[in-house]
C-alpha cells in the first residue's frame, strides 16, 4: 500500500526550530516529486516546498524566504523539512505529499495523515 | 503567493448537479492546463480528484468532471450524494513565481 508518514511535529517557542520528516513506503519516492503542504487552523491550504526526485530541483513558496529547507534521504525514502525561526502564523498541520508526476504542480495524488505543529510561548 | 478564487460555499440537492469555479489569470489558470482539484473532509488528508484540468486519478468516481475556459476553471459533481459534502481546493502552476497557489476553498453542502 502506497502511504506517507510524518513524524516531528510538536509545541515550539516563536524564534524556535522544527525537522519534520516523512517516509515513505509502498513506492520509490526518489522517482516523483514531493512536498509539504499545510493548512492552518479552520484555514484553507498553503503549498510550502517541493523537491524533484533527485533532489537536485528545489522549490518554495514566497512566504518561507529562507526560513525553511526542504531535503531527501533518498536511500531511506524520506522527505524532511527544516523549519527556523517559526512564528505564530505558521501553526498548522503539515501535510507530505507525493506528485502524480516528475513536476512539483502536477497533481499531488498521495496525502499523509499529517503532523501538527503550534508555535506558540 | 496569491489565491485563485474560488465562491466560499455551494449546495446542491441530491441527485442533482453541481459546479465550483476556480479563477485566477492568464499567468496560471488561463495559461496552462496544471489545475488540479481536491476534496477535503472534516479532519481528514485531501484526496486528488482531478489533475492537469480533465483527467481523473484511478478510484475517483466519474461524477466527477473538470475543465477550463479563459482564466476560469470548474469542477462538476453530477448526481450529488451525501457523501460529496465536503471542502474542495483548486490548484494551478503559475508562472509568476515557483509557488503553487491553491484555491480559496468551497464548501459543498447536500441539502
Known amino acids: 500500500e502506497v502511504q506517507l508518514l510524518e513524524s516531528g511535529g510538536g509545541l515550539v517557542q516563536p524564534g524556535g526550530s522544527l525537522r519534520l520528516s516523512c517516509v515513505a513506503s509502498g513506492f520509490t519516492s526518489s522517482s516523483y516529486v514531493m512536498s509539504w503542504v499545510r493548512q492552518a487552523p479552520g484555514k484553507g491550504l498553503e503549498w510550502v516546498s517541493g523537491i524533484s526526485g533527485s533532489g537536485g530541483s528545489i522549490y518554495y513558496a514566497d512566504f518561507v524566504k529562507g526560513r525553511f529547507t526542504i531535503s531527501r534521504d533518498t536511500s531511506k525514502n524520506t522527505l524532511f523539512l527544516q523549519m527556523y525561526s517559526l512564528r505564530a502564523e505558521d501553526t498548522a498541520v503539515y501535510y507530505c505529499?507525493?506528485?502524480?508526476?516528475?513536476?512539483?504542480?502536477?497533481?499531488?495524488?498521495?496525502w499523509g495523515q499529517g503532523t501538527t505543529v503550534i508555535v506558540s510561548s | 503567493q496569491s489565491a485563485l478564487t474560488q465562491p466560499a460555499s455551494v449546495s446542491g440537492s441530491p441527485g442533482q448537479s453541481i459546479t465550483i469555479s476556480c479563477t485566477g489569470t492568464s499567468s496560471d489558470v488561463g495559461g496552462y492546463n496544471y489545475v488540479s482539484w481536491y476534496q477535503q473532509h472534516p479532519g481528514k488528508a485531501p484526496k486528488l480528484m482531478i489533475y492537469?484540468?480533465?483527467n481523473r486519478p484511478s478510484g475517483v468516481s466519474n461524477r466527477f468532471s473538470g475543465s477550463k475556459s479563459g482564466n476560469t476553471a470548474s469542477l462538476t459533481i453530477f448526481g450529488l450524494q451525501a457523501e460529496d459534502e465536503a471542502d474542495y481546493y483548486c490548484s494551478s502552476y503559475t508562472s509568476s513565481s515557483t509557488s503553487l497557489p491553491f484555491g480559496t476553498g468551497t464548501k459543498v453542502t447536500v441539502l
Open positions: 492537469d484540468v480533465n
Open positions: 505529499t507525493k506528485s502524480v508526476g516528475g513536476y512539483y504542480y502536477y497533481g499531488m495524488d498521495v
